[in-house]
């Protein structure tokens, strides 16, 4: 059974910094991209970061570019994400998630297996 867990969620204030974590379990093979997601309420879901697990290669949306970092430790099966300079607009619900690595990696669709998410909340 694949299952991902997030955690690292919280309230901070803008410029502060949080790590969200996700440990993956069961994922097979073929699962060699995992993806940072946020959503808000009404909002579709937003890609924010990706990695290619084998070879290490990551994405960032524009506007998390400099400020983000996506990241793995293979060991212990976990993906961080690395929040600093947080701002207000991050505010959202971030989701962990696991697919295939062709397509686009900011498209949710490509994503089969999905966490439950963590809340992330930035204050002014």
């Known amino acids: 059974q694949v299952q991902l867990v997030e955690s690292g969620g919280g309230s901070v204030q803008a410029g502060g910094s949080l790590r969200l974590s996700c440990v993956g379990s069961?994922?097979?093979?073929?699962?060699?991209?995992m993806g940072w997601f946020r959503q808000t309420p009404g909002q579709d879901r937003e890609g924010v970061a990706s990695i290619h697990t084998a070879i290490g290669i990551s994405d960032y949306a524009d506007s998390v570019k400099g400020r983000f970092t996506i990241s793995q430790d293979k060991a212990k099966n976990t993906f961080y994400l690395q929040m600093d300079s947080l701002k207000p607009e991050d505010t959202a619900m971030y989701y962990c998630?696991?697919?295939?690595?062709?397509?686009?990696?900011?498209?949710?669709?490509?994503?089969?297996?999905w966490g439950q998410g963590t809340q992330v909340t930035v204050s002014s």
């Open positions: 069961g994922l097979p093979y073929s699962i060699q991209r």
């Open positions: 998630a696991a697919g295939a690595p062709w397509g686009r990696w900011s498209s949710a669709e490509g994503y089969r297996y």
